[in-house]
């Protein structure tokens, strides 16, 4: 694309950065920008500059905040003994969506890869077995995705977590609800037969 | 969604304005812009600034520039007895990657749709008038998007322009190149038999 102006240029070329976004759909994205006014453009940019400077990384869970810790693990109301690990802070949010856990978050921030070349000090470990062994921790839910790199994650942290005195578990897994039996897949379901539940009214 | 930071949620706000980009998508893309440098997202708010505060509406033809004059009006190498109407400046950089036309543009700024609340009023008619008035125009070509509302503003700048000495041309509509017969619609079928072209070799 030979664009009509360097400004231009640069805006697309920072805005297809973003994961997801080619240069064309960045183009229309810069075009709707171009018809805002200046007041509404500094808010678009303001946005991003507040967003790295006071954004702050809870020290306890890593997840994202406005504070030093975050408001979950501020929160008196929480299950402190139960740690639930996920892989980015969108799973709290899908979690905490569901409102039916009451216990505190441990932010992965990823999950092993080795083609992607995420190795384990890649991630928080580390700081997950200290909270195990410091807190008076009685549960830790692995809750990555059922993917291969998920699995193997989950494995290298039960090797980690195995000798202490916590009880592990992660998320079922089964048929999802909603869907007709007939589509889901093999591994899925024979899963949710070998796993079955005693059936409760 | 419940975010964690007001931060990330103006953020959200703020990408998720643009068209095409949903609340979830603007997280993810909030998400990538927290794990860069700040001097990086410096860079990524700067790029929108400099674009409102650089960028200038050629006042010739209406394309934007870095210039009060676009770089194609300025060039002398331009065909300036030929305008090419177009919708917006996305449909120049289409017409000139295909380098077949060496004429100048008039940027039109949008189509007429009252369903839209979009009024001629509201696009560079008048502009496009005073150009076929003052300057030495031999031809104009329609180059606005086939459907309703292009027509319908095609069949509004026929009107205006009908009795001026000025050749006025749309673009030929067809069968794409590249396509199976069976699979192009009626419209555009019976059009391209009713407009046959002598076969050249």
Known sequence: ?????????????????????????????????????????????QAFIDLKAHTKTCIVCGNISDHSCCSICSNDKRD????CVVEDIRDILAIESTSTYKGVYHVLGGVIS??????????????LIDRAQTVDVHEIIFALSPTMEGDTTNYYLYKKLKDFDIVITTLSRGVSVGTELQYA?????????????PFTI
């Open 1 to 45: 694309m030979n664009l009509p102006s360097k400004y231009i240029e640069r805006a697309v070329e920072q805005l297809s950065s973003l994961p997801g976004i080619g240069k064309r759909t960045a183009l229309r994205l810069v075009l709707n920008l171009l018809n805002r006014s200046e007041g509404e453009i500094d808010q678009f940019a």
């Open 80 to 83: 402190r003994s139960t740690i």
């Open 114 to 127: 080795p083609m992607d070349g995420v190795a384990p000090s890649d991630l928080s470990v580390v700081q």
């Open 185 to 197: 897949d093999e591994v899925t379901l024979s899963r949710s037969i070998l796993q079955r539940q």
